[in-house]
């Protein structure tokens, strides 16, 4: 059986959907390597360490004077199309109240109504009506300042025999989405490049809408006009908090790139996780020069060929024992290695502050963190990094756990290190937290921490 054979009954199905010739083709693509038993993998030998990268904390103040120049050719690109499932959500991750009662949308929104730029979502089927609906509430975001296009869908792999999983109890999960590296396609087959490009634009600033540190920086946005860059990445130094994800790395020929873990063979996990020797990680705060971006497109027939990666998962993620399946994703960062001559910056840790668990949701919460005039979420007191937290996940990893456990809010964690919880615990109003707390509960019941409790050390209860 040939591969265009092969991929016939995928091509079938991804028409039926309405999905667009490029991205067929492009799946089609990436369907070929896993067939000739491509597994994306990058290995250790094959690559070299970053030692360093130009510092963003020592640009000069001219390079802010660049970037307000070319301000109004700025456009900012949030992807947007994660529910939340492993928080609990069954709605946008974005729509989630994250500060003073507001959601990430609802920053995001004020944060780019501050900069004078258009505000472009990449939602997902998922996630375009209910966040549509949210932004309705921000009237001076008006149609002239807010795009919206949709991410496609692939279908799921069977593993066994490599054909389109089938699941007739629910046919939406025979579907998945390709990961953020399909922003360069779904740019194309929504018209969303070529509206940006007529309407003046020549620069996006790309960020995921969970990382609310992730906002237009004149000084590197006058950094990447200056060296008229084709796309650059924001990495920030890896931390132990940081082993496990992707990070930067060069090619034998000089050229950046970017490792995930899922790319990484078993025998190379020690030398992927050794942040002494890969010492930049990848923020997904990204830059793009988008005539650039349409050209390299068009040269290379819509198909950038960015790296595999191959994640075996279940048709049904919440059922262990259904049918095991590929989802074939590509990572938006990894496009590094794609463009010649791609630059990669060091930004301070506050550009990053995604909120993936209910660890972070807390933190950000908190008096830790605050929200400036301008919708910038930073630190507070003078903090260089956030507080570290641990949350039991058998008592709160998803929202309404968490919330039933926080009734008033965070504590506050201004002056704490680190805040460990294991166990069931209920917190009061004004609880205190400083230096490194631990609360250990191992009684079959809650324990309540009083109103007003000022907490330091370590406490075990039951």
Request: hydrophobic share 40%; net charge negative.
């Amino acid at each position: 059986m040939t591969e265009d054979t092969r991929f016939a009954p995928f091509a079938e199905k991804m028409h039926r959907a309405g999905l667009p010739e490029i991205f067929i083709r492009t799946f089609a693509w990436y369907y070929e390597q896993l067939l000739i038993g491509d597994t994306g993998l990058i290995a250790e030998d094959s690559i070299q360490p970053v030692d360093v990268l130009p510092d963003v904390e020592d640009f000069p103040e001219i390079m802010a004077d660049i970037g307000r120049s070319v301000l109004g050719k700025t456009a900012v690109i949030k992807l947007n199309g994660g529910l939340g499932t492993s928080m609990g959500l069954q709605k946008a991750k974005s729509l989630l109240d994250v500060k003073n009662g507001q959601s990430f949308l609802d920053i995001i929104a004020r944060q780019t109504v501050q900069a004078g730029v258009p505000l472009v979502l990449m939602d997902s089927f998922s996630t375009h009506e209910d966040s549509m609906a949210a932004l309705s509430h921000h009237p001076e975001l008006n149609p002239s300042n807010l795009l919206a296009f949709l991410q496609h869908k692939e279908p799921k792999i069977n593993q066994a025999d490599l054909t389109p999983a089938e699941w007739p109890p629910n046919p939406e999960l025979e579907w998945c989405p390709p990961g953020h590296g399909d922003i360069y396609p779904a740019l194309i087959t929504s018209g969303t490049l070529n509206n940006l490009l007529d309407a003046g634009y020549e620069y996006a600033f790309v960020s995921n809408s969970d990382n609310l540190g992730g906002v237009v920086d004149l000084s590197i946005l006058g950094y990447f006009a200056q060296n008229k860059l084709p796309f650059m990445m924001e990495a920030a130094d890896r931390t132990e908090m940081d082993r496990k994800g992707g990070h930067l790395a060069r090619r034998a020929d000089g050229q950046l790139l970017l490792r995930e873990s899922a790319q990484t063979p078993d025998a190379d996990i020690d030398s992927f996780q050794d942040i002494a020797r890969h010492k930049y990680f990848n923020t997904n705060n990204l830059w793009f020069h988008l005539p650039t971006l349409q050209r390299v497109m068009a040269e290379r027939d819509y198909l950038l060929g960015l790296p595999m990666i191959r994640n075996s998962k279940t048709v049904d993620p919440r059922d262990p024992a259904s049918t095991p399946v590929y989802q074939l994703e590509t990572a938006m960062g990894s496009a590094i290695a794609v463009f010649a001559g791609a630059q990669a910056v060091r930004v301070p840790r506050s550009r990053f502050a995604p909120v993936k668990t209910s660890n972070e949701l807390l933190a950000v919460r908190s008096d830790a963190f605050m929200l400036t005039e301008d919708y910038h979420i930073v630190l507070a007191n003078g903090r260089t990094t956030p507080p570290v937290v641990l949350l039991d996940m058998t008592f709160y990893k998803f929202i309404s756990d968490l919330e039933s456990r926080f009734p008033y809010g965070a504590p506050s964690l201004v002056d704490c290190r680190r805040l460990e919880v294991k166990g069931d615990f209920r917190f009061g109003r004004d609880v205190v937290c400083q230096d490194e707390v631990r609360l250990i509960n191992e009684s079959s019941g809650r324990v309540v921490i009083p109103d007003g409790t000022v907490l330091r050390d370590e406490y075990h209860y039951g």
